[in-house]
């Protein structure tokens, strides 16, 4: 028929016209599934997948098979051959966002504890959580659950203390982010002023030198420094994290001088490390000074955007939304993740089903929040082997206050009570508040807190009850326990909290009732400490799980914290000075205990920028004891004594076990 032809060309053009109609929603639906694949063949894998790859829709398939296999392989406990193909299966399909979760969780969690250093495990953790932070969320950015898997990961694996090697992640972690960005300022207004210099640092090199031309003399005499070691490595030189690395070394040591020379560390870098002799001439010329500054804070940009996958720019609205964020507490990473998920991720978790995503994400969030009120701020050595001190940080307790409110009318609507699963959050820390004010010695304030919280959920809740209705001191005493109980880890923090409040709320205007009561509650806090089930685990590396955490007595807990108290730059320095002259009649050993070079040097570094350096001295203000050399020997002998006792003690417990 002559009208077939013409009738089929049509038929042919409507139905490409339809499907390209239909291309868009279908793009989208692709999309929001995560179902698009890579078009380049995986180079150095097996020819099979290269031919799966070549053959276009049935990669799918092929990625079935190895997802498959790994999860068959992971029952089996074959963790490192689950690297390989997991590792395929990204390169095949990076928008597969499930399998980039568990790749980075059999780097952090499984393989890790399968080594045998510390050293080891901290490189497979972060090779774990930068895998999805600097590739899985760069193919993935919408992705909601990714986000809060990486938040999870700073929280529990960085931050937490189920890992045997906790204390060394820690460090590890505070030490790269102390040398990336250097130590963050003490006043929120500074803290968001220092990001956001970074925030608006030029975007490429180029851009830089034609701003401020004086940069390239600065750049050129960094790079010729090292420019004998690169050659002999066979590297090439970059303005990136190792050369943040070399001057936040350099700047460390010239931001303690003195305890660096005590410790010899001053001339052993300058040796080893050619570029801080580089650094320490720029610093010294006025005309370079400005410039070098401009170049760190650009390198600084770039390398949070390139390195870390992080925004300068969402990292400063966070701080001003939340508070002083300090990146070198992983919990400030959480945060982050948790948040930048809830803003980013909307149209990936848009039907009813997801909502639990949506929960589980926003908990994070508050989570995260709950912890950097407990230990937010951070203190640290990059020299030291000691963990970094992290003490409370009251400046988020507000804000906590008010994402509740936020978090709760969010989810109040959502089928299973969703606004209800935040109740609990929000009745925990207001014990937790109880606690902190009882700590304190603001009794009044707790009898307040605890007032409110059994008008909300106690004889004023519907149905009315008696769990509030009780004796204030024993509310905090059961709270301690059932908190500790669970989370051990916060024992040095409330014993930390409570000291502080001793020293600056009783021994400094000598109120010796005050005194005595934070050396009862943290007497309470160490013996329920020392009562926790895992107390005497140890882990393969010899150390103790949780009994590392804590020194062995109360006597040897009041003098860590005291060291902590005295050289604490929050903490201004006429109230240490009045603690310090004072300390003698409530614990003569601690002034024996503080008397050392370290604690010297560090007062000596603040008093030099204090205002009362103008009429007075370090020694008018921290005099040193008359009988010092007798005392200190006293000291000595009593902590020989005590390290005998402990002695005898194993001895006996070894020999128990035995028998």
């Given amino acids: 028929m002559r009208w077939a032809r013409p009738l089929g060309l049509i038929l042919a053009v409507l139905s490409f016209v339809g499907a390209g109609a239909l291309l868009p929603d279908l793009e989208q639906r692709t999309e929001n599934a995560g179902l698009r694949y890579t078009d380049s063949v995986v180079e150095g894998a097996p020819p099979w997948v290269a031919v799966g790859t070549a053959i276009g829709a049935l990669r799918g398939l092929v990625v ?49 504890v399968a080594t045998h250093t510390l050293e080891e495990r901290w490189d497979w953790v972060r090779a774990g959580v ?64 220092w990001l956001r210099a970074i925030e608006d640092a030029p975007g490429s090199l180029p851009l830089l030198l034609e701003l401020e031309p004086r940069c390239i003399e600065v750049r050129d005499r960094l790079l010729s420094s090292v420019a004998p070691l690169a050659e002999q490595a066979g590297v090439n030189l970059e303005l990136d994290s190792d ?17 660096a020379a005590l410790l ?16 320490e001439e720029i610093a010294a010329d006025p005309n370079l000074r400005g410039p070098l500054d401009q170049l760190v804070t650009f390198v600084r940009r770039r390398v949070l955007e390139d390195e870390y996958n992080l925004d300068p720019q969402r990292m400063r609205r966070y701080t001003e939304l939340y508070g002083p964020l300090d990146w ?7 945060l982050y993740w948790g948040k930048k998920g809830e803003e980013g991720a909307t149209a990936r978790v848009a039907a009813d089903d997801d909502d639990y995503k949506r929960l589980n994400n926003d908990r994070v969030v508050l989570q995260a929040l709950q912890a950097l009120a407990r230990y937010g ?20 307790i507000d ?52 007032d409110r919280l059994d008008e909300r959920f106690g004889r004023g809740a519907v149905p009315p009850n008696n769990a509030y209705a009780i004796d204030l001191e024993i509310f905090v005493r059961n709270e301690v326990k059932q908190e500790l109980d669970s989370q051990p880890h916060l024992a040095p923090t409330e014993a930390r909290g409570a000291l502080y409040v001793g020293f600056r709320a009783g021994v400094a205007p000598d109120r010796r009732e005050v005194w005595e009561q934070a050396l009862t509650y943290t007497a309470q806090v160490h013996r329920i400490f020392r009562g926790n089930e895992f107390y005497d685990y140890e882990t393969k590396f010899g150390s103790g799980r949780i009994k590392d955490l804590m020194p062995p007595t109360l006597e040897e807990v009041v003098e860590v914290v005291f060291l902590q108290f005295i050289t604490d730059p929050t903490i201004p320095l006429l109230d240490r000075a009045q603690v310090w002259q004072r300390v003698d009649s409530y614990n003569p050993w601690l002034r024996a205990a ?26 008018q203000l921290f005099p040193v004891p008359v009988d010092l050399e007798a005392r200190q020997a006293a000291y000595e002998r009593r902590g020989r004594d005590r390290e005998a006792e402990r002695e005898q003690d194993r001895k006996s417990g070894s020999i128990q076990r035995q028998n």
């Fill in 594 to 619: 503080a008397e050392r070079p370290s604690i010297r040097s560090a007062l000596a570094q603040q008093f030099a920028r204090s205002e009362l350096s103008l009429n007075n001295t370090l020694e």
């Fill in 64 to 112: 079935d098979v190895l997802w498959i296999k790994v999860n068959l392989m992971k029952e089996e406990g074959d963790y490192f051959e689950v690297m390989a193909l997991s590792d395929l299966i990204t390169k095949l399909q990076p928008r597969f966002a499930a399998v980039w979760a568990y790749h980075g969780h059999n780097m952090a969690y499984n393989i890790s």
């Fill in 399 to 450: 804000v906590i206050d008010r994402e509740f409110e936020y978090y709760y009318t969010k989810h109040y609507d959502v089928k299973g009570a969703g606004g209800e699963t935040f109740i609990d959050f929000l009745r925990n820390f207001m014990s937790s508040s109880i606690r902190e004010a009882w700590r304190s010695g603001e009794k009044d304030r707790a009898q307040r807190l605890l």
């Fill in 264 to 279: 010899g560390i001053d001339d052993q870098v300058t040796a080893e490390r050619p570029m801080a002799k580089a650094l």
């Fill in 377 to 396: 701020r951070v203190r640290f050595d990059p020299f030291s082997t000691e963990p970094p001190v992290r003490t409370q940080e009251p400046r988020f």
């Fill in 328 to 334: 070198r507490n992983g919990q400030a990473h959480a």
């Fill in 243 to 259: 050369f943040l690395l070399e001057y936040g070394i350099w700047d460390a040591i010239r931001q303690n001088p003195t305890g």
């Fill in 130 to 193: 930068r895998l999805v932070q600097n590739e899985g969320l760069r193919h993935n950015p919408a992705d909601l659950v990714l986000h809060k898997e990486l938040a999870f990961w700073y929280a529990h694996k960085i931050e937490g203390n189920s890992d045997d090697a906790h204390l060394f992640y820690k460090r590890e972690f505070t030490r790269e982010w102390h040398f990336m960005l250097g130590e963050p300022p003490e006043t929120l207004e500074d803290r968001i002023a």
